[in-house]
C-alpha cells in the first residue's frame, strides 16, 4: 500500500449471497479514489483502500447505502431492518388474504387490497432491480422485479402481490442462512472482553482494552475472562481455554504460565503480564483468519460460479421462446419467477461459513474452502513423529537398580552428577526428581565426556552415567543380566542409560520421547475413516522409529530423513495422485507442510508463524483434532455438492414446469422458496 492510501473495513448489512458482494466491489471501485476493494459476504464485511485525498470515508459508506445496503455502526441498526421486513411480510399476507377470500368485499374491493399488496411487497424488489440495473447488473432481484411488474400489467394483481410476498420470504430466509452460519464467528467476537483492570503506580485501574500496552499488569478475578495474552506473574488457577483450544475441561495454570484473551479464569486471583492486546491476540487472529476462510472459494464453487454466469441469459432465452411458442405471457412471467439462481449461489459459501465455524469452535482453523474440499479428498496422511506423535521432550519412562541399591537411590545419584549438565535427557532427570520430591545433593569435580555422559564426585565416590562406551573406559564391567535389561529397552526405542559408582554398575536409567495418549485412538479413528495410508516421516534412527509406529499402529515408516527427504517423500506421494494431508508442528516441518495438499500443524496456540505457515490450524496438541477436522472437510463438501444438485436440479424441473403452463405465477413464487428452505435445511447439519 502506497504512503497516500488508507484502508477502512466496513460491516454491511443486507449482504446474503456472492451476487451481493460482486455488486458492492463493482460499485466501490467505480468511485474515483478507491484503489481496492474485497468484500467478504460471509462476515459481512468490506475491506476499502482509498486515497484520502480524492475521496473519503463518508463518501465510501454513501456509495455503499446507494447500492441497496446500509453500513452498520452497531448491531441494532440491523435488528430494526430485520423487524420492518417482518412487519411489511405481515401486512402483504393480510392483504393477500383479503383479496382472495374478498371478505371485505362490502367495504373495499378485493383487487384494491392486491393492488396495495403488490406495492408494498413489490417495492423493495423493484427498488434493488433498479439499483441493480443502473449498475448494469442482472440478478435475481431483477427477475422477481420483472415478474411483479408483469403480472401487474396484465391485471395479475393478486398473483404479483403473491410474487412479491414469497419473495420477500425467500429474501428473509437468505438473511436468516446467512445469520445462523456467522454466529459461530460473531460468538468468537463477542467474547473479546472490552476492558481490563491493570496495576499502575501500586493502583487498581480499569483501561480500555486498546489501551493496554505490552509489559502491563493485568488483574483477573475468579469468573473473568482475561482480556490479553500473556505471563502469569502471580497466582494459579484453573483456566477455561475452549475459546482458543475446544479442551472441555478447565487446565491448571501457575506462574510462568501462557494463557490467551477471552479464556476464562475459574478459579483464583491472577496477575499477568500482557504480551499481546486488542488485534494481537491470538483469538483476533483466529478471527481474522476464520473471516478470510469464509470468503475463500473451494473449487467446487467453480460450478456455481460457470451456472450463474449462463444462468440469467438462459432464463431470458427461455422465457422468450416461452412466449414465442405458447403465445402466453403468465408461462413467460412464470418461468422469471420460479428460477432461482441464489440457491446455487449460497450452496457452497453457505456450507463453507457453516464449516469453518464448527471447527473454530473445536479450536480448529480451516484457512478456506479449498483447504475444507481437500481434506474430503485425502486419501494419506503423513506425519513427523518428534513433537508430533510424540511429546517433542525426553522422559524418564524405567528405573532399574541392580547390587543392592533401590530406585530412589539411583535417581538422587543420577540427578547429582547431572545437576549442571544442558544435555535435553539431563533435564529429565532433574525433572523427574524434581516431582518425587528428592533433595538434588552438590556435585564434585562434574566433567562432561563429549558424545558419552558425565562423571562426578557424590558423597566421596566416583559416579559415572552415560553409555557402555563411557563405563568400559571406566574400567566397569557390565554383566549378561545388565546388558539384557539394557537391549530390551533400546528394541522399544528407549535411550539406557547406565549408573555406576566405585567400578560397580548400581543402575539403568531408561529415557524415551513419550508417544501422545491421544494418538493411538486418533490414528484407529484415521484409518476407520477410510485412509488406510498412514506414513511416519522422521529423523531418528530405525529402531527408535519403529517401536514408535508400533506402539500407535503405523505400519509404514521411513527413518533417518533430513528436512528435504520429508519433501521428496511427500513429492513423490502426490506424484502417484495421493491426495496428501502432513501433519507437523509448523515450524520444523514448514516445507514438507507447504508442499502438501493440506498442511495440518498442531499446538500453535499463541505461536504466530504456525498459525500462518499451515493450511490448518489445530490450536492445541490433541491427535484427536485430526479425524475431526477430516470428518468436517467430508461433512461440509458432502453437503455443497448436494446443495449444487439441489439448486441445478430444483431450476430445471421448475423452468421445464413453469414454460409448459403446469405452474403459474403463483404458484411459481412458491416453488421458488422450496430450494432456498432446504439448502437452508441441509447446511444446518454442518453447524450441527
Known amino acids: 500500500m502506497s504512503n497516500n492510501e488508507t484502508t477502512c473495513e466496513l460491516n454491511i448489512a443486507g449482504m446474503d449471497c456472492a451476487s ?52 452498520k455502526e452497531n448491531e441494532k441498526d440491523e435488528g430494526n431492518k430485520e423487524t420492518l421486513d417482518i412487519i411489511r411480510m405481515a401486512v402483504v399476507g393480510i392483504l393477500i388474504l383479503i383479496g382472495w377470500s374478498g371478505i ?49 400489467i396484465i391485471g395479475e394483481f393478486l398473483s404479483s402481490a403473491v410474487i412479491a410476498f414469497f419473495m420477500l420470504i425467500a429474501e428473509y430466509l437468505d438473511k436468516l442462512t446467512m445469520d445462523k452460519a456467522r454466529r459461530a464467528l460473531y460468538e468468537l467476537i463477542k467474547l473479546s472482553p472490552k476492558s481490563a483492570r491493570i496495576v499502575k503506580d501500586g493502583r487498581e485501574i ?17 469468573g473473568e475472562r482475561i482480556p490479553v495474552d500473556g505471563r502469569i506473574v502471580e ?11 475446544g479442551e472441555s475441561m478447565p487446565v491448571e495454570k501457575g506462574s510462568g504460565d501462557e494463557v490467551y484473551s477471552a479464556t476464562i479464569n475459574d478459579a483464583g486471583l491472577l496477575k499477568i503480564k500482557a504480551i499481546h492486546a486488542g488485534a494481537d491476540t491470538t483469538l483476533a487472529k483466529i478471527i481474522h483468519l476464520v473471516e478470510e476462510a469464509e470468503s475463500a472459494k473451494a473449487p467446487v ?23 414465442l411458442i405458447s403465445g402466453n405471457f403468465i408461462y413467460a412471467i412464470a418461468v422469471i419467477v420460479v428460477a432461482c439462481p441464489c440457491t446455487v449461489a449460497i ?70 552428577v547431572e545437576r549442571y549438565s544442558e544435555h535435553p535427557l539431563s533435564k529429565a532427570i532433574i525433572k523427574k526428581a524434581e516431582d518425587e520430591g528428592i533433595h538434588i545433593p552438590e556435585p564434585q569435580d562434574f566433567q562432561i565426556i563429549p558424545g558419552q555422559g558425565v562423571m562426578a564426585r557424590y558423597n566421596g565416590t566416583s559416579v559415572l552415567l552415560g553409555s557402555r562406551e563411557l563405563l568400559k573406559g571406566g574400567k566397569v564391567t557390565l554383566t549378561a543380566e545388565i546388558e539384557a535389561y539394557m537391549k530390551a529397552r533400546e528394541e522399544e526405542g528407549k535411550t539406557a542409560l547406565l549408573i555406576s559408582h566405585d567400578s560397580e554398575v ?46 500407535v499402529g503405523i505400519d509404514n515408516v521411513e527413518a533417518e530423513l533430513m528436512p528435504e527427504d520429508k519433501v521428496k517423500k511427500v513429492q513423490e506421494l502426490l506424484s502417484k495422485g495421493r491426495k496428501v494431508a502432513m501433519v507437523g508442528d509448523g515450524i520444523n516441518d514448514a516445507p514438507a507442510l507447504a508442499m502438501a495438499d493440506v498442511g495440518i500443524a498442531m499446538g500453535v496456540a499463541g505461536t504466530d508463524v504456525a498459525i500462518e505457515a499451515a493450511d490448518v490450524a489445530l490450536m492445541r496438541d490433541d491427535w484427536r483434532q485430526i479425524p475431526e477436522a477430516i470428518r468436517i472437510g467430508r461433512k461440509t463438501f458432502g453437503v455443497i455438492k448436494q446443495n449444487l444438485a439441489i439448486g441445478i436440479v430444483f431450476n430445471i424441473i421448475g423452468v421445464s414446469l413453469a414454460a409448459t403452463g403446469v405452474l403459474t405465477p403463483m404458484m411459481a413464487a412458491v416453488a421458488h422458496v422450496l430450494p432456498d428452505v432446504i439448502v437452508f435445511a441441509n447446511s444446518a447439519r454442518v453447524i450441527r
Not at 48 to 59: D, I, R, T, W, Y
Not at 206 to 215: D, Y
Open 506 to 551: 548400581c543402575g539403568v536409567i531408561a529415557v524415551s520421547d513419550v508417544v501422545r495418549k491421544e494418538s493411538i485412538e486418533a490414528i484407529k479413528e484415521i484409518k476407520d475413516a477410510g485412509i488406510k495410508n498412514i506414513i511416519m516421516l522422521t529423523g531418528d534412527n530405525w529402531r527408535t522409529a519403529r517401536a514408535i509406529a508400533g506402539q
Open 104 to 152: 371485505l368485499s362490502p367495504l373495499i374491493r378485493y383487487d384494491i387490497a392486491s393492488i396495495i399488496a403488490a406495492l408494498i411487497g413489490g417495492y423493495p424488489l423493484v427498488k434493488k432491480a433498479f439499483i441493480d440495473l443502473k449498475t448494469k447488473t442482472i440478478t435475481a432481484d431483477v427477475f422477481m422485479a420483472l415478474g411483479v411488474v408483469a403480472a401487474a
Open 347 to 416: 450452496a457452497t459459501p453457505l456450507a463453507i461459513v457453516a464449516g469453518t465455524g464448527k471447527a473454530a469452535r473445536k479450536g480448529i482453523i480451516i484457512k478456506g474452502g479449498i483447504y475444507l474440499e481437500a481434506l474430503a479428498k485425502i486419501d494419506t496422511v503423513v506425519m513427523d513423529k518428534t513433537g508430533t506423535i510424540t511429546i517433542g521432550e525426553p522422559r524418564i519412562t524405567d528405573i532399574k537398580a541392580f547390587a543392592e541399591h533401590n530406585e530412589d537411590e539411583i535417581l538422587t545419584m543420577a540427578a547429582a
Open 235 to 245: 497466582g494459579s488457577s484453573f483456566v477455561n481455554q475452549a475459546t482458543i483450544t
Open 206 to 222: 480499569e483501561i480500555a482494552i486498546e489501551e493496554i500496552k505490552k509489559g502491563d499488569v493485568v488483574i483477573v478475578r475468579p
Open 301 to 323: 464453487q467453480r460450478i456455481a460460479d460457470k451456472f450463474a454466469a449462463y444462468f440469467t441469459p438462459a432464463i431470458l432465452l427461455i422465457a422468450g421462446l416461452t412466449f
Open 20 to 71: 451481493c458482494a460482486g455488486k458492492i466491489e463493482k460499485g466501490l471501485k467505480s468511485i474515483n479514489g478507491v484503489k481496492d476493494v474485497s468484500v467478504n459476504f460471509g462476515a459481512g464485511k468490506a475491506k476499502v483502500s482509498f486515497n484520502p485525498a480524492s475521496v473519503n470515508l463518508e463518501k465510501i459508506k454513501k456509495g455503499i447505502e446507494s447500492l441497496g445496503y446500509k453500513v
